[in-house]
């Protein structure tokens, strides 16, 4: 086995460019002024950048860059695919600070690549989750200063309704999708479960009465009683838990409070869209490193970010 981190593409610059291509454009060169495809041909000479082609129905010249996460940066391609695949490959994220050291890019350009990687990694198209037979875990945690905080409301503890909440969907050996919100009431969960879960879903959660008005609206609604202590049950045909969704908060806490100690409130769901798409690229998947940094090249099309200064 060859390690991953010889591949060609992250070492050379021509090589980067037609490991991209082949995956934005699958059947050939795609010009992102005028929609062509047929007249097209590849720039060659000394002086043209690597990469270059020229549409030769608008006259226009491009690169698979142009409306991608990549564009309007200077950034050497082989270095994003080092970054993405540094992203992909650890669990707990790498900070901004880490990428400026090993690619020896400056801070500033390390933290607008994280964050450009990060927007390529959201998911877009939402098909709910779950089905018949599957079983689906909510859960809450909250946000405060600058910490993580996991605190489960319990019928009592209202004061944490106020902060800023996360909201976790996690299926049972499937896919997570999380939400940042700034009130975790249950106007705002309901909203969240009724347009991201299948009715046909059987719904674990905790015996919140956050939870309490959806509970109709699923094929079956069981709740653990965390405040008897009670974490696991187990009934004839199901175990009933929130276990998974617990696992799934410690990597995302871990995660904020050892890599992205200063992470602005702003940008947490960006963080977020990281941790769900590691969790739904996971080895136990399939999926391996290298497979993930595939998976994250699809999602750079159409995700240009504007936003300049950081933090
Ligand atoms: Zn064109």
Avoid at 143 to 163: C, F, L
Wanted: with cysteine; proline share 2%.
């Amino acid at each position: 086995m060859t390690s991953v981190l010889s591949s060609e593409h992250l070492h050379d610059e021509a090589a980067a460019y037609a490991w991209v291509e082949a995956r934005v454009w699958p059947d050939g060169p795609i010009c992102p002024h005028c929609g062509g495809i047929e007249r097209i041909s590849k720039m060659g000479g000394k002086s043209t950048r690597i990469g270059t082609y020229k549409c030769y129905g608008c006259r226009k010249p491009f690169t698979v860059k142009v409306g991608t996460v990549f564009e309007s940066s200077h950034v050497a391609m082989h270095l994003w695919l080092q970054a993405m695949l540094l992203m992909c490959s650890s669990k707990k994220g790498v900070s901004s600070n880490q990428l400026h050291r090993t690619l020896g890019v400056t801070l500033k350009t390390a933290w607008f690549m994280s964050h450009r990687i990060r927007e390529a990694m959201k998911t877009v198209g939402i098909v709910p989750l779950g089905g018949a037979g599957k079983t689906i875990e909510v859960d809450e945690t909250y946000h405060g200063d600058k910490e993580i905080v996991i605190k489960r409301t319990r019928r009592g503890k209202a004061a944490h309704s106020s902060k800023c909440a996360v909201i976790a969907l996690v299926e049972r050996g499937g896919d997570a999708r999380t939400f940042y919100v700034e009130k975790a009431d249950k106007a705002t969960i309901t909203a969240i479960m009724r347009n991201n879960i299948a009715r046909e879903t059987a719904v674990c959660t905790d015996e919140s009465r956050l939870y309490g008005s959806v509970s109709g609206e699923f094929a079956e609604h069981h709740t653990v009683m965390h405040s008897a202590k009670e974490y696991v049950r187990y009934e004839e045909s199901r175990t009933v838990h929130t276990n998974t969704v617990e696992g799934y908060f410690s990597v995302f806490k871990r995660g904020m409070k050892g890599t992205y100690q200063h992470c602005a409130e702003k940008h947490l769901h960006r963080y977020l869209a990281e941790f769900d798409f590691r969790y739904n690229n996971r080895a136990s998947l399939g999926v391996g490193d290298a497979a993930r940094a595939d998976r994250i090249v699809k999602g750079i099309v159409g995700k240009r970010l504007t936003y300049r200064t950081p933090h």
